[in-house]
């Protein structure tokens, strides 16, 4: 389960620019969502 600390965070996947390209909060909502599978992998694995 991902930390709960994140979920404001996640809103911005899908925000898109005018572009229609991913926002720059999108880019990194989306590089803080692998951040927190990673640590929920390793808690996962140490059985944390």
Do not use: H, W
Request: aromatic share 6%; net charge negative.
């Amino acid at each position: 389960m991902l930390d709960p600390r994140f979920q404001e965070v996640l809103a911005f996947i899908e925000e898109r620019d005018e572009d229609g390209a991913p926002s720059v909060r999108a880019k990194i909502s989306l590089k803080i969502q692998a951040y927190a599978q990673d640590v929920d992998n390793l808690r996962t694995e140490l059985g944390v």
